[in-house]
């Protein structure tokens, strides 16, 4: 559908002129709500009629132009007057062609969508006349015309409305004649920055059943992702459902000349099959440069450690919000990650065969439960549902929470301790852990963990 819109009267033809001038406020209208009409996705072509020195001639040249278009319907943007300045409102109304009841049906609805989204009233009843008088009406060539009067420019109420409505006029007039809604439809897109909904317990049981062996060369792997995407706030499992996708569920097979031993678990720098990409000193170094990679398409927010993504500068930053547009055919910008077709959707039905996995070792005993209900007593903890949660995301967590909950503790602090590894160390020496370093290399993977050392530190009695 094509629509060809004008403004009334010209650049050197004056309209109506009283509290608002009618040429300048019709192009207005013209311009805004082709825009509008656009966004529906219809086709719009507008017209300004500049060269005209008389009435004659405008008249002729914005109907010329309009006769010269392929279109489907006929729109002119006119605002009225009548004699003298008055205080009440004298409202809307849309003119058509006599005896066309399709178009009368047009006007009444443009006119009435006027009305409703400004309290302009409806002239004659219905906002709708017929006028055999008018060029416009009678000698555009489909048959198929409107003429809006939106309202009158010698009245205060109706110059009022126009000017609080304009915008919502706009959108009303696009509505009614296109017969479409403005609202666009809501598409839901995965936001690449964000809180990972899968936990690690999950990613460890989703890799787990497909290939075991990578976890026993990295048992941190899931916790690496979650922590490094955590701190950059970049959503760790989908980083690691990219992952799954980049290294064939990390095997490393099907051509590709990666290895695991390259700790690059996102084909970074493999520009074609045979490449041999990019290689980094650990598995940590090597999932953070891939979240950073991620972080630069998604956002344009500095990294919260150094960059480590050697590619970081090819990216134009924030280019790639979603998932979904992660791959250049679907990217808006023609720019991302991958080349090929359907890329963001790949990673995305990997991420939600994760988020369905059932974490099996996820069973919180009564013991455990009684841990952390504990925890909650004495004031370490304030969510236990997040707990319950995350309390196999560490391997030994959930021993852990149970040692420290049978630990003899004050509700109040009674050391002041700051840091994890001061509190971890306090734990070791009250004889709770025997291996501190495991703790110290590891509470990082867990978002409160920390923090729960603290608390835990900080009000064990001595
Ligand atoms: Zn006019």
Same mark, same amino acid.
């Given at each position: ?79 009225? =007057? ?26 009444? #609805? ?296 049978? =630990? ?17 160390? #306090?734990?070791?020496? =009250? ?32």
């Amino acid at each position: 559908m094509t629509i060809c819109i004008s403004s009334g009267h010209g650049l050197h033809v004056a309209g109506a002129r009283s509290i608002i001038d009618e040429v300048t406020e019709a192009r207005r209208v013209t311009d805004r709500m082709s825009e509008l009409i656009r966004q529906t996705g219809v086709n719009v072509i507008t017209f300004h009629e500049n060269e005209a020195r008389n009435a004659r001639d405008n008249v002729n040249n914005i109907i010329n132009f309009h006769n010269e278009q392929t279109r489907d319907l006929d729109v002119s943007v006119h605002f009225n =007057a009548v004699d003298g300045v008055r205080d009440a409102g004298i409202g809307v109304e849309t003119c058509y062609r006599r005896g066309n009841a399709e178009m009368k049906d047009i006007a009444s #609805r443009a006119s009435k969508a006027i009305s409703d989204a400004s309290g302009l009233i409806l002239r004659r009843g219905d906002g709708t006349m017929t006028r055999s008088d008018l060029g416009f009406l009678s000698r555009t060539n489909i048959n198929r015309a409107i003429l809006l009067e939106v309202c009158f420019v010698n009245s205060r109420t109706d110059v009022r409305l126009y000017q609080e409505h304009f915008e919502e006029i706009c959108k009303a007039i696009a509505e009614a004649i296109t017969g479409r809604s403005m609202v666009k439809p809501k598409v839901n897109l995965t936001p690449i920055m964000g809180k990972p909904v899968a936990t690690s317990a999950q990613m460890r049981a989703y890799i787990n059943r497909i290939n075991p062996s990578v976890l026993e060369t990295i048992p941190d792997l899931t916790e690496l992702f979650i922590s490094e995407g955590n701190t950059e706030g970049v959503r760790g499992d989908i980083a690691f459902a990219q992952s799954c996708l980049e290294t064939g569920n990390f095997m490393f097979i099907g051509g590709t000349a990666v290895t695991l031993s390259q700790n690059n678990f996102s084909g970074m720098g493999v520009t074609s099959l045979g490449v041999e990409g990019n290689s980094f000193p650990t598995p940590q170094i090597g999932i953070r440069a891939q979240i950073h990679h991620l972080k630069a398409y998604a956002c344009t927010t500095p990294n919260v450690n150094p960059n480590e993504s050697p590619r970081a500068h090819f990216v134009q930053r924030g280019v790639a919000p979603y998932v979904e547009w992660l791959g250049a055919q679907e990217n808006p910008h023609g720019r991302g990650w991958a080349a090929g077709a359907g890329y963001g959707k790949k990673i995305l039905r990997i991420l939600n065969a994760i988020i369905d996995t059932e974490a099996a070792v996820t069973v919180i005993t009564p013991k455990l439960d009684e841990a952390i209900k504990n925890l909650v007593y004495y004031g370490v903890i304030n969510s236990p549902d997040y707990w319950r949660q995350h309390a196999f995301d560490i391997k030994f967590l959930d021993r852990l929470l149970i040692i420290l909950s049978g =630990a003899k503790f004050n509700r109040t602090v009674l050391t002041n301790i700051t840091t994890p590894e001061e509190a971890i160390d #306090r734990i070791a020496a =009250a004889g709770l852990i025997n291996s501190p370093d495991y703790w110290k290399e590891r509470y990082g993977n867990l978002e409160w963990l920390g923090q729960l050392l603290i608390n835990v530190a900080s009000r064990l009695e001595w």
